[in-house]
Structure formats: C-alpha cells, structure tokens
C-alpha cells in the first residue's frame, strides 16, 4: 500500500492544454487572432452563458459544481469583456430560461437565440472592435441530429445574429461549441474573419478557448474528420437514418477516403486540416526503404515568429488492383514539441508495409479472406493534411503478397451493392459490385471449438486471492463453482447496485453470496467517456469530448490526461471507465459522434489506445465501445447494419484492434445494433473468432446496458444469455438481482444447448480480468489511497458515503422534515423498486417568504433532470408540484436539488403511474 496525490490544479491545467491542443482554427483573416491585448472585446450568443461541456446521454452526465464557459475563461484570463453586453445577455436569459428538455434524449440540439438589435450592436460596435459570436449545439444518445434549422444548420435567430453583428464590427470571430461537424455556409455568407471549432471542453473548456483567442498558445489542432460543403455530399447520406437496416453501401470509401477518390471539390475543409498563429516548413531529412518497411525522417520548422506546434501526417496510396483502394490512406502522424521561432525537430516515421495490406473478402486478388498486399507502386506522402501532403517516398510489390490469412466472419446475408473505383479516361469515377455474402454456419463453428469442461470438484475453500498468489491455479478455482454460481458470474448488477461506488452503472464478479465467499469481488463500471458519471450526486471531473481529443493528434498529451482521469477513477473506487468511445463518424448527423473520435480508424485506435494507456499506469481500464457498427442513435436498438467483410475489417473493426494489439485493451462493450442480422450481444464470430482468435483478445466482454440478444434466424430476446454466453460475451448488463434473474442459463445447461465448458471459459475471463484490478487489491487490504489536494470546497464530494435505500413497492413517502434545503443543496436517496415503471413524483412545502420569491427546485432520476419547478412564498401553507418518472433499474438514484434557500420541505412521496 502507499499514498498517491491527486493534484485538482494540475488536472485543470492538463485538461485546459488538451482543451486548446484540439481547437481547430479554420480561419484567420486581417489580424482577427489572437485578440489584441487591452481592448474591451463584445461577446454575443447565449450560449456563452450556458457552455456546452458535452453532449447529452451517458457520456455527458458528469456532474460538476462549476463549468467554466468562453466569456469565464476570457475574464479569468484578463480580458476585458464588454459589461453592457454581458448585462443584456444575462438579463434576456432570466426572461428566457435555458431548455433543458423533458428529460433522456430530448435536450434540443440548440437555444433560442437572443435578438440582436441593430442599435444595440451599434453602440456596443462603438467600444469595441472585435466581437465574438458563440454557436452552440448538442446531441447524444438515442438522439441524432437532423439536417434542419436549429440542428445541423443555423436557426433563424443565430443567422441574425450573424448578419447584425458583422455589420457593425470590423473583426467577428465565430466560435462553434458543438460536439461534432454543423453546416459551414455561414462562412461564405457572412465572411468571418475567424472561425474555429472549439467542440466541447468539459468542465474548463472555456479556459483552453481563451488561451487560444489571447495568444497564450497558438492553435494546433486538425480536423478528425471532412467538412463538406452540404451534407448530402456525404457517400454515407443516401444510406443512414433508416429505422430497420442501414446498408453500407459506401463501403470503405468513408469520409476522406471518398472524397479524395471521387470528389475533392465537394470539400470545403479537408481531414487533418488546422490553422496556426505561425507557420511551418516540413522536409525530406533520409529515407530507408526495406523488406517490410518504409522509413522517413522529415525536419519541421517553424519559419513564423510565434512560438507553435504542428502535426506532420503520413497518408499511403495503393495500387487500385483488383480490389479498389481509396487515393489515401492515414498511416501515421506525429504532433512536434513546442517550436521556438525558426526552431527544428526531427521525426522519424516506420510504416510496416503490412499495415497497408487490404482485405480480399471476393478472392478477386487470388487469396480470398486474407489481407493482401497488390502487386504495383506505393507511395507515401508527408503533409499537413490530407489535401495538401505531397509524394516523399514510393516502392514496388512487385507480385500480389497474401500478409495474413483469415476466416470469413460477420459477412452480410442479404444482398446489395457496394462502392468500388472504376477507371475512366485516367479518372476514378464512382462504380458498385456485388457484396460477397457469407458462406459459413456460425453454429457448426463454435460447436467445432467448443472448450474441454473442468470436472466440478465443489466448494475446496480455494479463493480468488489463492490465484493471485500462485498458491493455486485459475482452473483449480473455476472448477468449483457449480451450475448457479456460472449463471450468476455471467450478470452484472445495476444500475447503481449498492455493491460497488453509489450512483454508478454497474457491479459484476461477485455479484451474488456464492461468489463473494469464494473471494470474488465486485468490479465497479462508471459511464465514461468524459468523465465518471455518479448519480449520487458525486461531483466528478469533465473531460473534453472524445473529437476535440482526437483533434489534439496528440497521443503523449492524450496518456497524461488519462492519467490523471485513473487516478481519480481509483480515488472514487471505479474500475473501468466505460469509454473510450470508438464509432466511426461515418455521417455528421449521427448524436453520438461527440463521443467518438473520427471519420478515420487509424486515428480512433491510436487515440484510443493512448487514452487506455494513461489509465492502465493508474491500475485502472477503459471499456472501448460500442463493439461493433454503432453508427446511429435513431432506433439503436434494432437497427441492422449491413455492412461487406472488408469494410467492417478496414473501417468499423480497426480501430478496435488496434486499441488491442498497441493499447492493450482488455475490457469491451458490444453494441445495441445487429450486424447482418444478428445482435451484437450474441456474435460468436465478433466476440470469439475476431476478436480473440485473430487478435489475441485476453480480456472480458460486456453488452451495453439491457442489450437485445439473437440467435441467427430468430427473435430478439433479452433473456437469452445462453446465446451471449456461447459468443464468449462474457456479462450482461445489467440485471436488478446478481443472484436472481429470469434468464435461460439454467434451462439451457439442462437441455444441452449451452455447455458447463463455455461458462466455465465465461467466468475465466472475468475472473482473470478481476485479479489484476483495484477490486482486487480493496479485497486484499493492499489498495494504495488516493489523496485529491487543491480541490475546491464546491467540487468536493466523497462517492465513499452510504447512500440510504428505500424500499418502493408502489407507493413511497419520505418525511422532509429534517432534509436541509439550503441554497445549493442536494438531497440524495436510491430507490429499491420492486414494481418497474412509471412513477408520479410530488414534492410537497412550503415557504414563509414573500409571494414574489423564487425556490427553484430541480429532481434529477439517474442523472436526468426528471422534473423542474419553482415554488414562490406560500404564506406557510404546504403547496405540492408533479413530475414523473421512469424507474427502469431496481436501483434508481433520485437527486433533488435546491437552487435558492427558503423552502421547508414536507415530503416526497412517489406513486406508480
């Protein structure tokens, strides 16, 4: 054991630097940046009063004391901003209160706007040169966005804004607080001098954005992802959005894969693209070309007079071959140090000839489900972005070279066409193919592999702690548990299980008597991945989105954060944070693209893989998700994705195996989707064949929460853990009770269709999973404690206090007598609902205040602000108000906060609906 420090000051200061190394400056024109100094600066928007620190749904329920919007980092910072304008803003937000939404997934993607008036921009003009205009917008779970006004485009009222507010100043700088890519025709419409993509930076975005507005440091970040021109220039747009099935009919021509093949000019911003306050010279130092690998060293240098960093990117082209390959390829990436003004660094890059291979998944190559690498000219070129990289290096294969040999897995069932380059007049122009269906029985694969079963030997008094300390070996320990501890092992307990952490999604190992007696512990999920989502109330740190830290390009930066993010995570007794969030942004509108991380799977997997690294130093984990094809909020749960071999191989599964193979993954979440029509939850070749078979997979697997689960050819059903088992998915999540359950695992050991073997191999990966983790160590008495120093009183919150359980079972009043109501209060319980569903909330007090005062009074239900009301004074007399609801988990947290003091609270009762 020993002590650990966490410092609070540090943490804001790193994650303040990665907030700044992932803006992206689009443009910069007649000196509009940095902000000069001593001159009063017009800030306008309303969302420069409510920040938009992440998006909407599990990954953004960090609960904060304090964000720090752009307008708060600017003053703290030292800026003057102007006051008037301020007051104005204030004031009309007070008449217009901010739209939370009627609770999960229904945020609206932006505020009605103030009006700006044309005399009041006038005089505000009058002080002040430059003015700012703050775009804000979200989206988020089972929320996508829409290609409509207020969403991906600009409302009524931001356009007037615009149109008003460049009229009269000479400089306007448009920010964009959005968690990913909005129409960008504003620009040639309205002509800031500015533009920047500051995304959403967690709890101190604003002050990383006020350190690039003043100059402290200069813009480094690149786009992870294409700007079009319209939204239907996206290949992806004709096949997304659809309730039922998506085809993937694109292909691997995703984001810039297909614009720099087919349509560079429907580009209005390229992948990898970004601005600096100085410039940069790359070239050529040596090259070395060898049997299996390219290697270049290229010099940067920075030739402005503003001290910078630059990111150099690698791209690689292929032959078109047989098999059609996109014009380039991402292949590595290197962000420099902080240069000096006329200042060098060096950078050596090694490409691995096999990381350019394709995968044949046709036999048009002449090695059918094998990666590939065609006979002909490579080149490797070297830039800023993908548009503007020029050819440093080329060599020849000179015959078609098999690199590795796979199985066919995951292929579609249904037919349809995909994309693939045709070769006209010396152009590539779109043309489409057949998509190779699949050819195998996933049953007789699984069967022909099934494990040998450990002999039952019955409870021997080995523990968990027994294997840690090689007193005893890990199968000596599986082979006593009997039939009910295999079916127990297999359920994670949630939400909010008074087993682990209080307010987090889930426990799972020893979630039932049987287990904990045989020294299992519980591990302890927390949503992720900005952060540790505690409903309890528990105040916890918000990270920057997962595309404004793909943006940083910046893997050391990315590690050090992470850090930083574990030793919290251990502080609150959390074992795996579930993120990072690895989907392709394979279309703008997807609500969920704010978690993830790119249009590109060599950028999501190494980001991903630095994220995991940072928090393995600490002891902890990441859970990568959502594994795999979960590219769409709308009907998450049932949508299929129908997507060719070689895309999912190239594209959607990538970076997933490069999280395992570079960053040492060892605990994933499958997705809510099908994937050619069979559920994630229960994808043998997934979670088995691919995923531990071909990469070396060693690690535990999970379902997203209350996943739907199949068997090929029939129904969903929720409570087929056999199916989940037998795909070596190794615990659903969630279930009320770990140690009771309606689910088949029993029936199934009964009639033969789920073996004691494939259970036996289910708890193997849990419990070896669970022996090197801080559960463990808490277990054994051998848990280093965190120290969290220079946290501020308002931030501070210990996730260590028991939170007290109430029995509802219908109907529920808890006495509010001796509640504390004071302002900036919270009251904080849990639920043990024996009935499910819709519950009534009324909350009943009262205030001897005058009849004018205002006590808001906000109930929160797992996180989701449920209900908001405002109680004025009542002369004393109890007065009640009504908000409703859903209590989908046995253990359901309920906040209820006190925004003003004032309020005598009588009672909470809760009635089904």
Same mark, same amino acid.
């Given at each position: 054991?020993?002590?650990?420090?966490?410092?609070?000051?540090?943490?804001?200061?790193?994650?303040?630097?990665?907030?700044?190394?992932?803006?992206?400056?689009?443009?910069?024109?007649?000196?509009?940046?940095?902000?000069?100094?001593?001159?009063?600066?017009?800030?306008?928007?309303?969302?420069?009063?409510?920040?938009?620190?992440?998006?909407?749904?599990?990954?953004?329920?960090?609960?904060?004391?304090?964000?720090?919007?752009?307008?708060?980092?600017?003053?703290?910072?030292?800026?003057?901003?102007?006051?008037?304008?301020?007051?104005?803003?204030?004031?009309?937000?007070?008449?217009?209160?901010?739209?939370?939404?009627?609770?999960?997934?229904?945020?609206?993607?932006?505020?009605?706007?103030?009006?700006?008036?044309?005399?009041?921009?006038?005089?505000?003009?009058?002080?002040?040169?430059?003015?700012?205009?703050?775009?804000?917008?979200?989206?988020?779970?089972?929320?996508?966005?829409?290609?409509?006004?207020?969403?991906?485009?600009?409302?009524?009222?931001?356009?007037?804004?615009?149109?008003?507010?460049?009229?009269?100043?000479?400089?306007?700088?448009?920010?964009?607080?959005?968690?990913?890519?909005?129409?960008?025709?504003?620009?040639?419409?309205?002509?800031?001098?500015?533009?920047?993509?500051?995304?959403?930076?967690?709890?101190?975005?604003?002050?990383?954005?006020?350190? +690039?507005?003043?100059?402290?440091?200069?813009?480094?970040?690149?786009?992870?992802?294409?700007?079009?021109?319209?939204?239907?220039?996206?290949?992806?747009?004709?096949?997304?959005?659809?309730?039922?099935?998506?085809?993937?009919?694109?292909?691997?021509?995703?984001?810039?894969?297909?614009?720099?093949?087919?349509?560079?000019?429907?580009?209005?911003?390229?992948?990898?693209?970004?601005?600096?306050?100085?410039?940069?010279?790359?070239?050529?130092?040596?090259?070395?070309?060898?049997?299996?690998?390219?290697?270049?060293?290229?010099?940067?240098?920075?030739?402005?007079?503003?001290?910078?960093?630059?990111?150099?990117?690698?791209?690689?082209?292929?032959?078109?071959?047989?098999?059609?390959?996109?014009?380039?390829?991402?292949?590595?990436?290197?962000?420099?140090?902080?240069?000096?003004?006329?200042?060098?660094?060096?950078?050596?890059?090694?490409?691995?000839?096999?990381?350019?291979?394709?995968?044949?998944?046709?036999?048009?190559?002449?090695?059918?489900?094998?990666?590939?690498?065609?006979?002909?000219?490579?080149?490797?070129? !070297?830039?800023?972005?993908?548009?503007?990289?020029?050819?440093?290096?080329?060599?020849? +294969?000179?015959?078609?070279?098999?690199?590795?040999?796979?199985?066919?897995?995951?292929?579609?069932?249904?037919?349809?066409?995909?994309?693939?380059?045709?070769?006209?007049?010396?152009?590539?122009?779109?043309?489409?193919?057949?998509?190779?269906?699949?050819? +195998?029985?996933?049953?007789?694969?699984?069967?022909?592999?099934?494990? !040998?079963?450990?002999?039952?030997?019955?409870?021997?008094?080995?523990?968990?702690?027994?294997?840690?300390?090689?007193?005893?070996?890990?199968?000596?320990?599986?082979?006593?548990?009997?039939?009910?501890?295999?079916?127990?092992?297999?359920?994670?307990?949630?939400?909010?299980?008074?087993?682990?952490?209080?307010?987090?999604?889930?426990?799972?190992?020893?979630?039932?008597?049987?287990?904990?007696?045989?020294?299992?512990?519980?591990?302890?999920?927390?949503?992720?991945?900005?952060?540790?989502?505690?409903?309890?109330?528990?105040?916890?740190?918000?990270?920057?989105?997962?595309?404004?830290?793909?943006?940083?390009?910046?893997?050391?930066?990315?590690?050090?954060?992470?850090?930083?993010?574990?030793?919290?995570?251990?502080?609150?007794?959390?074992?795996?944070?579930?993120?990072?969030?690895?989907?392709?942004? %394979?279309?703008?509108?997807?609500?969920?693209?704010?978690?993830?991380?790119?249009?590109?799977?060599?950028?999501?997997?190494?980001?991903?893989?630095?994220?995991?690294?940072?928090?393995?130093?600490?002891?902890?984990?990441?859970?990568?998700?959502?594994?795999?094809?979960?590219?769409?909020?709308?009907?998450?749960?049932?949508?299929?994705?129908?997507?060719?071999?070689?895309?999912?191989?190239?594209?959607?599964?990538?970076?997933?195996?490069?999280?395992?193979?570079?960053?040492?993954?060892?605990?994933?979440?499958?997705?809510?989707?099908?994937?050619?029509?069979?559920?994630?939850?229960?994808?043998?070749?997934?979670?088995?064949?691919?995923?531990?078979?071909?990469?070396?997979?060693?690690?535990?697997?999970?379902?997203?929460?209350?996943?739907?689960?199949?068997?090929?050819?029939?129904?969903?059903?929720?409570?087929?853990?056999?199916?989940?088992?037998?795909?070596?998915?190794?615990?659903?999540?969630?279930?009320?009770?770990?140690?009771?359950?309606?689910?088949?695992?029993?029936?199934?050991?009964?009639?033969?269709?789920?073996?004691?073997?494939?259970?036996?191999?289910?708890?193997?990966?849990?419990?070896?999973?669970?022996?090197?983790?801080?559960?463990?160590? %808490?277990?054994?008495?051998?848990?280093?404690?965190?120290?969290?120093?220079?946290?501020?009183?308002?931030?501070?919150?210990?996730?260590?206090?028991?939170?007290?359980?109430?029995?509802?079972?219908?109907?529920?009043?808890?006495?509010?007598?001796?509640?504390?109501?004071?302002?900036?209060?919270?009251?904080?319980?849990?639920?043990?609902?024996?009935?499910?569903?819709?519950?009534?909330?009324?909350?009943?007090?009262?205030?001897?205040?005058?009849?004018?005062?205002?006590?808001?009074?906000?109930?929160?239900?797992?996180?989701?602000?449920?209900?908001?009301?405002?109680?004025?004074?009542?002369?004393?007399?109890?007065?009640?108000?009504? !908000?409703?609801?859903?209590?989908?988990? %046995?253990?359901?947290?309920?906040?209820?906060?006190?925004?003003?003091?004032?309020?005598?609270?009588?009672?909470?009762?809760?009635?089904?609906?």
């Amino acid at each position: 054991m020993s002590k650990k420090i966490l410092d609070w000051n540090k943490y804001i200061e790193k994650s303040a630097e990665t907030v700044s190394e992932g803006i992206v400056m689009l443009r910069n024109e007649n000196n509009a940046l940095p902000l000069p100094r001593d001159e009063e600066i017009a800030v306008f928007g309303r969302i420069q009063l409510h920040y938009y620190k992440s998006g909407t749904g599990s990954g953004g329920l960090v609960n904060v004391s304090k964000v720090v919007g752009v307008t708060d980092g600017l003053i703290e910072r030292g800026v003057k901003v102007n006051e008037e304008l301020l007051d104005i803003y204030k004031k009309w937000d007070e008449e217009n209160p901010f739209d939370i939404g009627a609770g999960w997934g229904q945020e609206p993607w932006s505020q009605i706007e103030m009006p700006v008036e044309d005399s009041v921009a006038a005089r505000i003009a009058e002080k002040c040169s430059t003015a700012i205009a703050i775009i804000g917008r979200t989206a988020g779970e089972e929320q996508d966005n829409r290609n409509v006004k207020g969403a991906y485009l600009l409302s009524e009222g931001e356009e007037q804004m615009l149109e008003t507010v460049r009229k009269h100043f000479k400089k306007l700088v448009v920010l964009l607080n959005v968690g990913g890519m909005i129409d960008m025709s504003f620009v040639n419409k309205y002509s800031p001098d500015a533009v920047l993509y500051i995304w959403q930076g967690g709890m101190v975005g604003g002050l990383g954005t006020a350190d +690039i507005l003043t100059g402290k440091t200069a813009p480094s970040g690149k786009l992870p992802d294409t700007i079009a021109y319209s939204v239907s220039d996206y290949p992806s747009d004709k096949y997304f959005g659809d309730t039922e099935r998506n085809f993937y009919a694109e292909d691997i021509y995703v984001g810039y894969r297909y614009f720099e093949t087919f349509a560079p000019e429907k580009v209005m911003y390229p992948f990898g693209f970004g601005l600096s306050y100085t410039q940069f010279d790359i070239t050529p130092v040596a090259s070395e070309i060898s049997a299996d690998k390219a290697k270049l060293t290229v010099s940067v240098k920075n030739i402005g007079s503003t001290s910078g960093k630059e990111v150099v990117q690698l791209y690689a082209s292929a032959p078109q071959g047989k098999l059609g390959k996109p014009s380039k390829v991402l292949c590595g990436y290197e962000k420099t140090r902080l240069l000096a003004p006329s200042e060098e660094q060096e950078i050596t890059f090694e490409v691995n000839f096999s990381d350019l291979a394709s995968y044949d998944d046709s036999g048009a190559s002449g090695h059918r489900f094998c990666y590939v690498l065609e006979k002909g000219e490579y080149k490797i070129f !070297c830039g800023t972005d993908v548009r503007s990289c020029e050819e440093y290096l080329s060599f020849d +294969i000179p015959e078609t070279k098999a690199v590795k040999q796979a199985k066919q897995a995951m292929a579609p069932v249904l037919p349809f066409k995909r994309m693939k380059p045709v070769s006209e007049n010396g152009k590539l122009t779109i043309g489409f193919e057949d998509v190779p269906l699949s050819e +195998i029985n996933e049953t007789s694969r699984r069967i022909d592999s099934l494990p !040998c079963e450990l002999p039952y030997t019955g409870d021997k008094g080995i523990k968990l702690a027994d294997v840690r300390s090689d007193k005893n070996g890990l199968s000596e320990f599986i082979a006593q548990l009997s039939d009910y501890d295999l079916s127990c092992i297999i359920r994670g307990e949630g939400m909010g299980s008074p087993r682990v952490t209080a307010g987090t999604a889930s426990a799972f190992g020893g979630v039932a008597d049987g287990l904990t007696d045989k020294g299992i512990p519980c591990g302890c999920c927390s949503d992720g991945p900005s952060g540790m989502r505690l409903d309890c109330g528990t105040k916890a740190f918000s990270l920057p989105n997962g595309t404004l830290i793909a943006s940083t390009f910046n893997k050391a930066l990315v590690t050090e954060l992470f850090g930083f993010m574990g030793r919290e995570m251990s502080a609150n007794k959390v074992d795996c944070l579930l993120g990072p969030g690895m989907n392709i942004h %394979r279309h703008p509108l997807n609500g969920r693209n704010f978690e993830y991380f790119s249009e590109d799977p060599f950028l999501s997997g190494t980001i991903a893989a630095a994220e995991l690294m940072g928090l393995h130093s600490e002891g902890v984990t990441g859970t990568i998700k959502h594994f795999c094809g979960n590219n769409q909020e709308t009907n998450r749960h049932n949508i299929d994705s129908a997507v060719s071999e070689r895309a999912l191989r190239e594209i959607y599964l990538k970076g997933f195996e490069i999280a395992v193979r570079d960053g040492g993954a060892d605990s994933i979440m499958t997705s809510y989707n099908a994937v050619n029509g069979l559920w994630s939850a229960g994808n043998y070749d997934l979670c088995t064949t691919i995923l531990r078979d071909e990469w070396g997979f060693k690690g535990f697997v999970m379902t997203d929460w209350w996943a739907n689960i199949n068997e090929r050819g029939k129904a969903v059903d929720k409570s087929d853990f056999a199916a989940m088992a037998r795909a070596q998915n190794d615990v659903y999540m969630v279930c009320a009770d770990g140690g009771n359950n309606n689910d088949n695992t029993l029936s199934s050991l009964e009639n033969g269709t789920l073996t004691r073997a494939e259970l036996q191999r289910n708890a193997a990966n849990i419990c070896s999973f669970l022996l090197g983790t801080h559960a463990m160590d %808490r277990l054994c008495g051998t848990a280093d404690e965190v120290e969290i120093i220079n946290r501020p009183d308002e931030n501070r919150s210990d996730s260590s206090e028991e939170v007290t359980f109430y029995k509802l079972d219908g109907t529920l009043v808890i006495d509010g007598t001796n509640i504390r109501t004071d302002r900036g209060t919270d009251f904080i319980f849990a639920l043990d609902v024996s009935d499910l569903g819709l519950y009534r909330i009324t909350v009943t007090g009262s205030s001897e205040l005058s009849e004018l005062a205002q006590i808001p009074v906000t109930v929160f239900s797992m996180g989701t602000p449920c209900g908001s009301f405002t109680f004025n004074g009542t002369g004393g007399l109890p007065v009640s108000f009504e !908000c409703s609801t859903n209590c989908f988990s %046995r253990f359901t947290t309920i906040r209820v906060y006190f925004a003003q003091s004032g309020l005598k609270l009588h009672s909470i009762r809760f009635d089904k609906a």
